[in-house]
């Protein structure tokens, strides 16, 4: 296969995507059950995709290229992330906490069978959604979509080809006719002419060259020396972590080590106010992928919830029972800020990407008749107010029509998964529980919300899915009153499809990029979801039946909020005094949120850069703190290695001494790149092996 061939679909690729997406699978349902969190793996699959490939290269007839790396890739995303997107980390353990007070027959627990045919209902709409939203966001208005352009880059780094992002893609496309353009300042366009861009063709945009064919011979060793530290650090990793992770299996207390009661010289029992270190390179891993801005946002939450807050709420009679208790313990008395919190800043970001689409379409409409106005006044006014050019606008190179899914694809796809998802779910629960009319009501909040939150994803890399899940269970209160089952399952619903589109958006923003095909992109999608919903959900049964979920390795603290949200919805009461408190910081996060948007320049340099980030401050106060700290030290060491490789070159050669000396090779020649690496080896040791304490588990393999 070539890089300029029409078809990119091949077995190889969706079959590795399928293998490197189950490992991730079962990784992101290890994490999500523990700590709510999922995480795309867009990166690490590609990384696990070129070191699947590259041994065997000198042996294939055709070579494995960036364009198959992309194909590998939407595969294992969409295969990785269905753990969130059909609600295994948080609706379906929300279904099963229920009570007889929340529903008259108590909690529903799904069977195998029935799981598959829920994830079946929600596995494919949300891809149709993504469709016809491709062209607007990615083509017409070149959203940065940060980690699809990030993962294009590492795709390109890892083949050998120039970054992408310096390639132009853009081009500038006449209409033949001509139009009327306001004169807005006469001197400037004067100093400043239209720029004129040169049309790339469809072979240019479609067929870089690859370097290394060029490179000279000293140029590819030293790649593939690069390559070989990069793969031995990803071995390392994954050992420490696997090992880690068997031991703690054999030796328990090594996931609660007292820390801070040792600090404190045992004066206070830290211990009671779940403050210990787990000191997991899973943990450390994370960290470093989300980097140090969001890991201290984390941290501020958890010591602003877990530091402050709940001792208070304790104290003063608010949260009278045990810590950990959910109902009656100050885990969740905070829970409910946590979850204000994520509602505002979700609202708030969604308010503004219609706000701002609604702007731009109004601005355009007002262009449109002022232009009309003018041309119809006297030729004076005419000639000192406007200025006759053609027509043009400067607009993405796009993928030839054979390799894009046709409107008709999209229309009886969306149609038909429509349809599927209202059957199945109907299937699964009964009419009583979830009626047709609110399943359809369901889907179509899912399509607009989901519109609102691709355009966030491509604008701040932040899919605000959890607020999007909390919208629909608002909106559905509203027109089901009472119904906690059908409130949790619309929440889920939308959730899935915001879930869906956004990950399929980042991964055609990556396509684009690379001149992948959208048509196999879109197929690697389909056969990713499908597959994994049998893989999902074999991974979570296995789970719920070895383990008590949610229960002391599994708190699913994620399934609380889910219940929480359809509880208050519902008409049920607020814990004593914490209406206050949810008020207060809904209004701070909401104003966070307006100040970013207003001072957008200032989100890298000035005062702005430092306020945090409202989903990564609720994450951290509904987490307890241990799986808080290991991901600050993640994000410390991420932001000192990346401030160590950008220092001069001549203060490395100064200071050849002691530990700089030693992990200078891996500065000089592994780059900002390689604690990445490391980070996908933490992550991935501790998700592979999981699997292996489980086994050990179920067979009641004795340990300490």
């Not at 140029?219 to 696997?242: N, P």
């Amino acid at each position: 296969m070539q890089d300029g061939d029409e078809s990119h679909f091949t077995f190889r690729a969706v079959a590795c995507g399928l293998l490197i997406g189950t490992l991730m699978c079962f990784s992101n349902m290890y994490f999500g059950l523990q700590t709510g969190w999922i995480s795309m793996m867009s990166l690490q699959s590609s990384l696990l995709g070129f070191a699947m490939f590259k041994p065997f290269q000198h042996m294939l007839k055709q070579k494995f290229g960036p364009i198959e790396n992309v194909v590998l890739q939407t595969t294992a995303v969409a295969t990785a992330t269905m753990p969130l997107a059909a609600g295994f980390v948080g609706v379906i353990p929300a279904l099963e906490l229920m009570t007889k007070s929340d529903n008259p027959t108590g909690a529903v627990v799904l069977s195998g069978r029935q799981l598959i045919l829920w994830s079946l209902g929600v596995a494919f709409f949300g891809v149709f959604f993504a469709i016809p939203l491709r062209k607007e966001t990615i083509i017409r208005e070149r959203l940065k979509f940060p980690s699809g352009t990030a993962t294009a880059q590492m795709i390109s780094l890892l083949h050998q080809r120039q970054d992408p992002t310096l390639i132009d893609h853009t081009m500038t496309r006449r209409s033949g006719k001509s139009t009327l353009r306001l004169r807005r300042n006469q001197r400037e366009e004067e100093r400043q002419p239209l720029i004129q861009q040169q049309q790339q063709t469809q072979q240019q945009r479609y067929t870089a060259p690859a370097i290394s064919a060029e490179a000279p011979e000293q140029e590819q060793r030293s790649f593939e020396y690069s390559w070989s530290l990069k793969l031995h650090g990803l071995i390392a990793s994954f050992t420490v972590s696997s090992l880690y992770t068997l031991m703690s299996y054999f030796v328990p207390a090594v996931n609660a080590i007292p820390i801070f009661n040792w600090i404190s010289l045992g004066l206070i029992d830290f211990n009671a106010w779940q403050w210990y270190f787990t000191p997991s390179f899973s943990y450390i891993g994370q960290g470093i992928i989300m980097g140090l801005p969001t890991t201290l946002s984390m941290l501020l939450g958890c010591v602003i919830g877990w530091g402050i807050l709940s001792p208070a709420a304790y104290y003063a009679g608010w949260a009278p029972g045990p810590i950990d208790d959910w109902k009656t313990g100050s885990k969740g008395w905070i829970l409910w800020i946590s979850l204000g919190v994520m509602i505002a800043e979700s609202c708030v970001s969604l308010i503004v990407v219609l706000v701002r689409s609604i702007v731009k379409t109004v601005r355009r409409k007002q262009e449109e008749g002022l232009y009309a106005t003018v041309s119809n006044s006297d030729e004076s006014v005419q000639e000192e107010m406007i200025e006759h050019v053609s027509e043009e606008e400067i607009v993405e190179v796009d993928a030839p029509a054979s390799q894009q899914v046709s409107r008709k694809v999209a229309t009886i796809g969306l149609i038909a998964s429509t349809v599927l998802c209202v059957v199945l779910v109907r299937a699964v629960f009964g009419p009583e529980a979830m009626p047709v009319g609110m399943t359809l009501v369901s889907i179509l909040i899912a399509m607009f919300l989901s519109v609102l939150g691709v355009r966030a994803l491509g604008e701040t890399d932040l899919n605000p899915v959890s607020g999007i899940g909390k919208l629909s269970q608002c909106i559905t209160a509203t027109l089901m009153p009472g119904a906690i089952v059908a409130n949790l399952i619309a929440g889920g619903i939308a959730e899935a499809g915001a879930q869906q589109a956004g990950d399929l958006m980042q991964d055609l923003k990556t396509g684009h990029l690379l001149g992948a095909s959208p048509k196999a992109q879109f197929y690697g999608q389909m056969v990713g979801s499908f597959a994994s919903v049998f893989i999902a959900t074999g991974a979570y049964l296995l789970y719920r039946t070895v383990y008590n979920i949610p229960g002391p390795e599994f708190p699913v603290p994620t399934a609380q909020v889910w219940l929480d949200m359809s509880r208050l919805v519902n008409g049920h009461p607020l814990p004593p005094h914490v209406f206050e408190f949810v008020f207060a910081f809904a209004i701070l996060f909401a104003v966070f949120v307006l100040i970013k948007e207003l001072y957008p320049d200032h989100r890298k340099q000035g005062w702005v850069r430092f306020i945090p980030q409202g989903i990564a401050f609720a994450i951290g106060m509904y987490n307890p703190p241990n799986f808080t700290l290991a991901r600050v030290i993640g994000g410390l060491i991420v932001y000192f290695w990346n401030k160590f490789c950008d220092e001069p070159k001549y203060k490395h050669e100064q200071n050849h001494r002691g530990l700089r000396a030693w992990i200078e090779p891996y500065r000089s020649v592994g780059g900002k790149v390689f604690i990445v690496v490391i980070a996908s080896g933490f992550v991935l040791g501790e998700g592979t092996f999981a699997i292996v304490n489980m086994t050990m588990r179920a067979f009641n393999v004795p340990h300490l």
